[in-house]
């Protein structure tokens, strides 16, 4: 029954909005009670920040199996790749995540989490991988909004690539070094 209600809520939250879905809508599209809902979730932000977790478990796994056996910034470059093709290929399933303040701090904090750990395992020339962690985060998170809100209309694979370079740019790789990590997202995002 929490699947049911954990998909319910996801396509409630993403075609409806956060703050227009009531709980009576989740239960009924869930075929459930609302006390049975209570067992599993709180309230709705309860539930909100389950289906938020899965939506970034989702992400995480995704980029976690395109970034397979690489290393450096091409790592880096195809995670955030990768990434940003999800995020916008499903922009009901990002909004999700951004819904609500405690769903985006808790979005937010698990990736740049993510982040700091690779910038401490490649050191990048930027400075101190928590920080580096925090400005990478910032752009991707300000232009992810962007595209949801329709600020931006370019396609979603420019969108990725402009933030893969101007990312790279900012941790401090020369443009022939950012050449170079391109050649291998494309060489990966191909296959």
């Known amino acids: 029954m929490r699947a049911h209600l954990l998909a319910a809520g996801r396509a409630l939250f993403a075609s409806q909005g956060y703050e227009a879905t009531t709980l009576q809508q989740v239960v009924a599209a869930a075929g459930t009670s609302i006390g049975n809902c209570y067992f599993y979730f709180a309230d709705k932000e309860a539930l909100l ?3 938020a977790e ?5 992400l995480a796994a995704a980029v976690d199996i395109a970034v397979a056996g690489l290393e450096g910034p091409p790592r880096m470059a195809v995670a955030l790749y990768t990434a940003m093709r999800v995020i916008l290929s499903d922009t009901g399933a990002a909004a999700i995540t951004l ?3 405690s769903a985006r701090a808790a979005t937010v904090a698990y990736f740049t989490d993510r982040a700091e750990r690779m910038f401490s395992a490649i050191p990048v020339p930027a400075g101190p991988p928590l920080l580096a ?5 910032g752009a991707i998170f300000f232009i992810a909004e ?5 600020r931006f209309p370019e396609d979603h694979d ?5 933030l893969v370079r101007w990312n790279l740019r900012a941790i401090g790789l020369s443009e022939e070094e950012i050449d170079r990590t391109l050649l291998a997202v494309n060489a990966r995002m191909e296959k």
């Open 49 to 51: 920040l389950a289906v």
């Open 54 to 58: 899965a939506v970034r478990s989702e």
């Open 99 to 101: 819904a609500q303040p």
């Open 133 to 137: 962690a925090h400005a990478w985060q």
């Open 146 to 150: 962007g595209v949801i809100a329709g």
């Open 158 to 162: 420019t969108v990725a690539r402009f």
